[in-house]
């Protein structure tokens, strides 16, 4: 079955610098796929979509790539601050037709002043 | 903005004790879910419910599980005998339609001692 890999190890960045987080996939290429932030106690906030067909989308500081040939998501902050500091899931559907989604476990980011 | 919200916040229950998680999705939003975050864990998929019935579910949504929307507005999720594995926090979600952008609850820590 599908399965997702994010780097478990947190990663620490320098203020304004940009944060890559890498989420790849096994088996089959999902038709979308979801970023979230998580706070810690908090329920995962939304932050973008990216769907089969688009190749990259933004959203101010914030930028996803879908390459289905690598079966990856890259996932881009730029000019980091350390309010950016959370845990980023990536999440996907199970399967082709399904609408259960799993989610990966997760990068922690850390954003040093 | 409109929010999904989720009562209670905190929920201590001794184990063989049936609870009930409350959510209320967003109001014109169709689709609802239920997952699980077991501490330090993913986000696991429990149930989502479309139209008053469930749509898909989980391994891990068994016998003991049941959802409802008794009331247009409330979305519930009933664990008949809590065991002690069942401690976790339960995120409620919403969506306007399927493959769109969850909302999610703040969630429910339930603690079975």
């Known amino acids: 079955s599908q399965k997702i890999e994010q780097n478990s190890e947190a990663l620490n960045i320098q203020e304004g610098k940009t944060a890559t987080l890498t989420c790849n996939y096994t088996?089959?290429?999902?038709?979308?796929l979801q970023w979230y932030r998580q706070d810690p106690g908090r329920g995962p906030v939304f932050l973008l979509l990216?769907?089969?067909?688009?190749k990259e989308k933004r959203k101010e500081r914030l930028k996803v790539t879908f390459d289905t040939t690598l079966k990856q998501s890259l996932f881009h902050i730029t000019a980091s601050q350390p309010a950016d500091s959370a845990t980023y899931l990536c999440?996907?559907?199970?399967?082709?037709?399904?609408?259960?989604?799993?989610f990966g476990t997760g990068t922690r980011l850390k954003v040093l002043a | 903005e409109p929010e999904v919200t989720q009562t209670p916040s905190h929920q201590v229950t001794q184990m063989g004790q049936e609870v009930i998680l409350r959510c209320v999705p967003i109001?014109?939003?169709?689709?609802f879910y239920w997952y699980r975050q077991i501490l330090g864990q993913k986000v696991e998929f429990l149930v989502s419910?479309?139209?008053?019935?469930?749509?898909?579910k989980s391994e891990i949504f068994d016998d003991q599980f049941s959802v409802e929307r008794p009331d247009g507005s409330n979305f519930t999720l009933k664990i008949r005998s809590t065991k002690l594995e069942d401690s976790a926090m339960y995120f409620c979600?919403?969506?306007?339609?399927?493959?769109?952008?969850?909302?999610f609850g703040p969630g429910t820590r339930l603690t079975v001692t």
């Open positions: 990216i769907r089969e067909n688009e």
């Open positions: 979600a919403s969506l306007l339609n399927r493959g769109n952008e969850q909302y």
């Open positions: 419910f479309y139209n008053n019935e469930i749509s898909e």
């Open positions: 109001s014109n939003h169709l689709y």
């Open positions: 999440a996907l559907p199970r399967a082709s037709g399904t609408y259960k989604y799993i």
């Open positions: 088996n089959y290429s999902p038709a979308y």
